[in-house]
């Protein structure tokens, strides 16, 4: 396994200590196989293979930014030989770290896999959001009218007199 140096990276950036940490920390098992696919911009999808579990075996967990799938076979009650083991079943546990905002909308367990969708969910108070641009020059308060009226009909008198 290729291994990065990130330590150049902590000194040009800022705020992402947690990301390259979890990089550097992060070890994943073959099994079992997994995808992630992107559905939109804030759904996603997470699918593993774990043919011969029944929905009873897995324990999905979410706690804070980390998803846990973990699946614990029950032991066969039947008395059998096996003469070759080529099906990989048995115990696992896999730890997916989730961004900011995102949740488990759903999960299912169909033909062997185990999907579990994902969905991001910004607050309001988050999102982007236009701001209006105002000028300087602010519209005349009832003080400024006021003022106006009396400065109009000051010089008003006086431009008849002349």
Known sequence: M???DYRPLYRSTVGFDRL???????????WPPY???????NDYRITMAIAGFSP?????TQDGPELIVTGQKRPSQENRQI????LAIGDFKQAFKLADHVKVANATLENGLLSVDL???IPEELKPRRIAIGSTRSAPSAEDNG?????SQDTEPQRKAA
């Open 119 to 121: 969905v991001r969910e």
């Open 147 to 151: 003022k106006t009226k009396q400065i």
């Open 83 to 86: 003469l070759h083991q080529g």
């Open 56 to 60: 009873d075996e897995v324990e999905l």
């Open 2 to 4: 290729r291994s990065f």
């Open 35 to 41: 995808n992630i696919e992107k559905k939109s911009d």
């Open 20 to 30: 390259l940490d979890m990089l550097d920390t992060s070890v994943r098992s073959d």
